[in-house]
């Protein structure tokens, strides 16, 4: 095998993660590549550039603040606000209060954001934190994004991860039941995607109620939840309902959401900033891990979150631009000595007509990304070999489960016969945490990096390899 030079077998799920990615972003292989999380700058707009950032006010490239609180705290909580605001105006009041006493910072992406929280978390005494212990744990659903099980595995003092494996026939979400029987006394946070990611699954409908006890429960029991909410703007069609964490509670208590734009705007990802908002009590831990592990942001990252979540609120909230919106950009995202001259940044907003540009490029992206799924859901029920497909109409990626009557084995070797046998590239299941069962075998794809006829024309390889053998 060409491929592969270690035992898989002796890797955790992380890096198993990694070392397939390696082999998949390694041209000399010559594989038709189905997992990709970049975006392809031949199928999607760029949404905000730097060269209009650049026009809105000249950038200082430099360093920011520790945690860039200062630069961007104020938009971060205006964003947050108008969320809120978008389905339940009849809680103006808390909305308001929760806007201006959460605790808000940024690192660099949701990935680190995810890390230095949890850190912050471990590093609340006993006179802050009923629960802190000598031995720690961390509830984590899978499937997940694998770094965060790895962001557990390495911190000091030991953190010892405990996995609750979701079910299928609950969305690969888990229930309420499923996080209290997991709960110890030594639990200290538990970590949920929502919208789930990988599955592209959420909680709505009702199964809104289980996220809803899960937030009465942690608060209840003292124990954090942490809700990386990435996909939060990415649900098709366009205006389906997305039920905020904190609009279903009536506390910041215990509560933390995670943000970056970087999976719902094409190329945001290269910029590396996410942020969180929530329980108060985690700011300066937050504040002195995130600037001990990174130094600091950069004005370049700063100011295109600061721009993109400024025009985000004005189209949450409706509001016609004025001068006194921009504001908000003097508080030093384009650099420390930056002067904005507002009266000028306004002219140049209009000039571009920057608002109505974002606006529409978001929707080609989005109807992009909506028309991608719905074509591989359509080749997937046409299909002879997938007997399942996992997406509910949410975001950019898809798994994939094979018809066993077809193949038996686990994922890993499937992923090894495709790129050895189809020279076709995709991850398996098991990377995110779905159990190797060769009953079960699961792959993810993605709908971003390359056309989705192209996509489809490697899963139309995958499905005539194994028809031809049969």
């Not at 389905?87 to 680190?112: D, M, Y």
């Not at 979701?166 to 929502?194: H, M, P, Q, W």
């Amino acid at each position: 095998m060409r491929y592969f030079n270690t035992q898989l077998e002796s890797l955790d799920m992380y890096q198993r993660q990694i070392y397939y990615w390696s082999v998949l972003f390694d041209r000399r292989n010559n594989i038709q590549v189905l997992d990709n999380v970049n975006f392809s700058s031949d199928v999607f707009p760029e949404i905000l550039k730097i060269s209009e950032i650049v026009k809105l006010h000249p950038l200082e490239p430099g360093y920011g603040s520790p945690d860039a609180s200062c630069e961007l705290g104020e938009i971060i909580r205006k964003f947050e606000f108008e969320r809120l605001m978008k389905h339940q105006p009849e809680r103006r009041q808390l909305n308001e209060q929760f806007s201006q006493e959460a605790g808000v910072g940024c690192a660099i992406g949701t990935t680190n954001v995810m890390s230095s929280i949890l850190k912050s978390i471990t590093q609340l005494t006993n006179r802050e934190y009923r629960r802190a212990n000598s031995h720690p744990e961390i509830i984590l659903v899978l499937p997940n994004y694998a770094v965060y099980a790895a962001q557990v595995r390495q911190m000091i003092p030991s953190i010892k991860p405990v996995f609750v494996n979701s079910k299928r026939e609950n969305g690969f979400l888990a229930t309420y039941e499923d996080i209290a029987e997991a709960v110890t006394e030594n639990t200290i946070a538990i970590v949920i995607t929502y919208p789930n990611n990988p599955a592209q699954t959420t909680y709505e409908g009702e199964r809104l109620f289980e996220l809803k006890l899960m937030i009465e429960f942690c608060q209840n029991s003292e124990i954090f939840l942490v809700i990386d909410t990435i996909y939060q703007d990415l649900l098709f069609p366009s205006g389906r309902r997305f039920e905020e964490p904190f609009g279903l509670s009536e506390s910041l208590n215990y509560l933390v959401k995670v943000y970056s734009p970087s999976k719902d705007t094409p190329f945001f990802s290269g910029y590396r900033i996410g942020y969180w908002f929530g329980d108060p009590r985690l700011t300066e831990n937050f504040r002195f891990q995130v600037s001990a592990d990174i130094n600091a942001l950069t004005t370049i990252s700063m100011s295109l979150l600061g721009v993109s979540l400024l025009i985000r609120s004005l189209l949450l909230s409706q509001e016609q631009l004025l001068a006194e919106h921009l504001n908000i950009l003097k508080s030093g995202m384009f650099g420390w000595r930056s002067d904005i001259d507002i009266n000028k940044s306004l002219d140049k907003f209009l000039e571009m007509n920057l608002i109505e540009n974002y606006k529409s490029r978001m929707a080609i992206s989005n109807s992009l990304q909506e028309k991608g799924i719905k074509l591989v859901r359509d080749f997937c029920k046409s299909s002879l070999i997938f007997e399942d497909f996992c997406n509910e109409d949410i975001g950019n990626v898809c798994f994939l489960k094979l018809d066993n009557s077809f193949y038996q084995g686990s994922d890993d070797s499937l992923v090894e016969l495709l790129m050895d046998k189809v020279g076709v590239g995709v991850l398996p299941g098991n990377v995110f945490g779905i159990p190797m069962d060769s009953n079960e075998v699961w792959i993810r794809i993605t709908l971003t990096h390359d056309h989705v006829k192209n996509i489809i024309s490697g899963l139309e390889k995958i499905e005539d390899y194994f028809a031809k053998r049969r």
